[in-house]
């Protein structure tokens, strides 16, 4: 085993968590400027809007303010998405993430990120997680022209000029990050954490966090 | 005078400083990332971008990393927004700015913004500084389709349903604040700070801070 990819939502931070916590905070932050209504009912029309839009709608609290019919909606949606990255931009890794990332560059492995989404968006997680260095390359999905799936995998065994038998694949989703990797032939690893850690698996090994990586690797 | 209405840069905080400062912090975090080059040039051949593309382009930071010719971008960009924003963020307010207008909404006056840029930028910045609340509205270019001028002036006027001669307007600029709304026939206090300083005023009134209104409605 030589190389180590890693997802990085809910496997270098607890994104769920994050996410619920900016969400409120936003909404609070409206409540602050004048908006009416209460907290819990606020919070479960953003849910149904996040719901049918997804996560990666730009206009969660536009669509908010006209649902309550507010007439000077940046005054609300501007006081929303400034508490919202306050919250994003204080985000902090799981705790024993750091020091099991430096032990493995100590130890020689080669690690890499394989993420899907914005390329400026995920680089800009690694690096308030200050975890950017420790990694030699990050392949987004964005810029290598599909979301993770065996042709993402088998383009990034390419780009690192490695076998899949050097590979390890380390994340907290059946979908994006066990499934497809293993059908390349590389290690999986599924890390039992954040919103989709009820999810069956079919992965190699599972670990509650990532320093139970390194008990796998003694035993490889 | 009835109605006060204030520009929010230069006028409520010292917007020139935190654009240098944001700058700086932006490029040394590219070079905290491992981008090549020192702070001075790089500094310098961002100052020359800004002056080309204007300062509301939103991919300096791009253009920068093509000129130096660097393969994977994403990660100085993200670097540089992160701390670009982190130190925007970080706005205060002149130091006698909340208890002026404090005392002034305990001496009955109406105050307003009326500035021009985006709303949900300007409602940002208000909120940032702790400011939203003194303010009854917020008259911003983009949502009154006229960046300020006499026209935009007689809107404001309109809206409000007040008489020139009710309202005062408080600004760094020249050219924004003080010759337009005296066109109108509005009270002008020109606040010289910032970078637009140096620049000579036909303004009715000069302060040095937002303070300085009250030896002046004392007089009027």
Redesign the interface.
Known sequence: MKYILFDIDDTLFPSSEFSTLARKNAIN?MIG?GMLGDSGTLMARLAMIIEKKGSNYGRHFDDLCRQAGVK?P??Y???A??AY??TK?AIQPFPKVPLTLLRLKEAGYRLYVATNGN??????K???LRL??YFD??F?SE?MGRSKSPAFYRKVLKTLGARADECMMVGDREDADISPAKKVGITTVRVLAGKHSGVPTQADHTVKDISGLFRILEQL
Request: cysteine-free.
């Open positions: 932050a400027m000077e940046a005054r949606t501007a006081a998405i400034a990255h306050d931009t390329a400026v968006k995920q680089w800009d690694l690096i308030r950017a260095l390359a990050v987004v810029e």
